[in-house]
Structures are given as C-alpha cells and as structure tokens.
C-alpha cells in the first residue's frame, strides 16, 4: 500500500482535489494509518545560532545577512541538558538540536555535539539533529553516539532550488540523506512553502520525497517565516489554505510518515491548526522558540490539546502500520 512510484501528474491531481474533499480523504488516511489522537511533540534548541557561509536566501542564520539574532558559539552540553529535560518534563518527548553550519566538521565542536546526543539519549527523549551535510562516517558516529533522527530539508523543487541557495546543491541534500539513512538513523525531511515557488514546484518536491527509496520517517512542512535582512523579507505571507492543501497531499502520499506542522504556528488560530490536524498533520515543534524565531508557549499549547482532545505520543513508538 505504500508507493514510491507517485507520478507528478497523480500528485497535481490530489493536490487539486477541491480542499473539503481533499480535507475528507486525508483524514480518512490518516486514521487507516495513524493513531489520530495522538500527536507527536518535539522541541527544538539552537545549539550554535548565527554566522552561516551558506547563502539560503530565507534564513536570518546566515552570516551575509543582516539580522537581528543573538549570534552564539556551541553551547555546553550542561546548558543543553538542562533545556532538554526543561522540554521533557514540558511533555515533549524529542529533542532537535540545530547548528548553523554549513556541515560538520571532524573537530571538537562535533565531538561536543556527540556527548550532547548521548545525554539527550539518557534521558528518554528521541534526539534529533540538524547540522547541515554530513559524510557516512560522521552519520554512523551519531547513530552510534544514540541519535535517533537526523533533519536535513529539500527546501523546495529541484527547479526552484538555485533560487534559494547557491552555496550547494540539491544533489549534495539528497547524498546527506542517503548517509543517514546508511547509518541506520531515521530520516526527517521536508520543505519551506512561501520561498515565491510555484504549485508546480509544491508538487515537485512532494514528488521527490515520495519517490526516495524510502519515504522519510518525518516530513516536516515550514511555512516562510519572513525575517527582516534576509532576502525573502517582502514576499507574501504564505495562504494558511496552502498549508492544509501541502499537508493533506503529504498525508495522502506518505501515509505512514509523521507529518509536522512545523514554521508558521506562531501565525496561526488554533481553529486553523485543529484544520492542519484534520487534514494530517501529526506532530509539532512545542517551545517558547523554533531556531530563532517565535512559537506558542507550552502553556498555549497544552490548552490547544485539552481542547482538542489530543495527547502527546510517546516516545521511541512504532508506527501503528
Ligand atoms: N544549517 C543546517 C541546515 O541548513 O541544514 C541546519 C539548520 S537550518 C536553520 C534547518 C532548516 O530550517 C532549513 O533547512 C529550513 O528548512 C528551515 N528554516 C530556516 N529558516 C527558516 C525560515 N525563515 N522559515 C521557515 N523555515 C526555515
Ligand atoms: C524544520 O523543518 N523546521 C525547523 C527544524 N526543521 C530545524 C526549523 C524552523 C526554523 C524557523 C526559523 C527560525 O526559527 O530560525
Ligand atoms: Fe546556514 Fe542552515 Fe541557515 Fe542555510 S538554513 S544559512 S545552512 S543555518
């Protein structure tokens, strides 16, 4: 029941399903494959914030922009601990830390991040890193270190791609991915919507997504956070429709993926986030912050589940299917 020969015309089709319908048949995949009162709750840290080479025209990290960001170094990993468990005992149940490096490097900042992943380890929580690209050697080192799940975006389609970042390519993301996969680590993958694609572009990297190897385990969909000095800080704020319409898709092609409702909360109703969870979004980021920018509280999150009837999954569980 799981395909990775989506063609591109299949997905324009479902993504053009009138948004009711299309609403309708992702909830009812969502349940053959999902526990649906369950959603998955993870909590990001930036654990080295600013001072990027790369060039990705939408992230106020890089350092040839001019942002207003509190640049850092790598944190101690006694600072990070004390977050994590700070987010655990909040009801989150993985932990994502985030570098602003263009990839990592064999030095001691890396080896720093190892013992960080180890301490996360312990204290139950699923880790997750994102630290840009990443050789075999260096994902089998966090496999082996307890990562548990390793972040590393397409961003948007092939085509649209050399818009955004020309520090590297689409080819040298799909090649991080396949090292993570190697080493045994799941994958989460997924994309911005608002860099000025178009529904083309939307498809395309759905496209991608479902047609690797394997469908990432999570697939997180960020709406453009627009962010003063960086080069997309006038383009339209993205549709809140575009985002159920993006979900829904994602839910329909990837039924057994973890599909987080992830940039763009801050901005959102819990009426429009209770639609997102309709349509198949089964995991959020929880969390005063994201990277750098704005989120709800965990106080405005715990009384959304209350409301909602939703519960947080737990931790290291198998999908249902
Ligand atoms: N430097 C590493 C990398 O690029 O892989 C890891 C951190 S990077 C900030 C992780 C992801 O955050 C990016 O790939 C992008 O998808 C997302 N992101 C960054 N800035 C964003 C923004 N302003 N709005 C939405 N998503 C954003
Ligand atoms: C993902 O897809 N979204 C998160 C996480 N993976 C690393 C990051 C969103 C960043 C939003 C901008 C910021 O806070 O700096
Ligand atoms: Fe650097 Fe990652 Fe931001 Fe790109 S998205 S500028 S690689 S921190």
Known sequence: MIRHDWTLDEIKEIYNTPLMELVYRAASIHRQYQDT???????????????CPEDCAYCPQAARYNTDINVHGLLKKDEV??????????????FCMG????????????????????????LGMEVCCTLGMLNEEQAQKLADA???????????????????ITTRTYDDRLQTLDNVRKAG???????????????????AMLYTLSNLPQHPDSVPINALTRV?????????????????????????IMPKAMVRLSAGRAE??????ALCFMAGANSIFTG???????????????????ILGLKAREAFKEAVC
């Open 37 to 51: 009162a369950e959603v998955q709750v993870c909590t990001l840290l930036s654990i080295k914030t600013g001072g």
């Open 81 to 94: 601990l004390e977050y994590a468990q700070k987010a655990k005992e909040a009801g989150s149940t993985r």
């Open 99 to 122: 570098a602003a490096w263009r990839e990592v490097r064999d030095n001691r900042d890396f080896d720093r991040v190892l013992d960080m992943v180890k301490g996360v380890n312990e």
């Open 146 to 164: 307890g990562l548990f799940a390793y972040n590393h975006n397409l961003d948007t389609s092939r085509e649209h791609y050399g818009e955004i």
């Open 185 to 203: 680590v799941s994958v989460c993958c997924g994309g911005i919507i608002g860099l000025g694609e178009s529904h083309a572009d939307r498809i």
């Open 228 to 252: 003063k000095g960086t080069p997309l800080e006038h383009l339209p704020k993205v549709e809140f429709w575009d985002m159920v319409k993006m979900i829904a898709t994602t839910r329909i």
């Open 268 to 273: 959102m109703s819990m009426s429009d986030q």
């Open 288 to 306: 005063e912050k994201l990277l750098t920018t704005g989120n709800p509280s965990f106080e405005e999150d715990h009384m959304m589940f209350e």
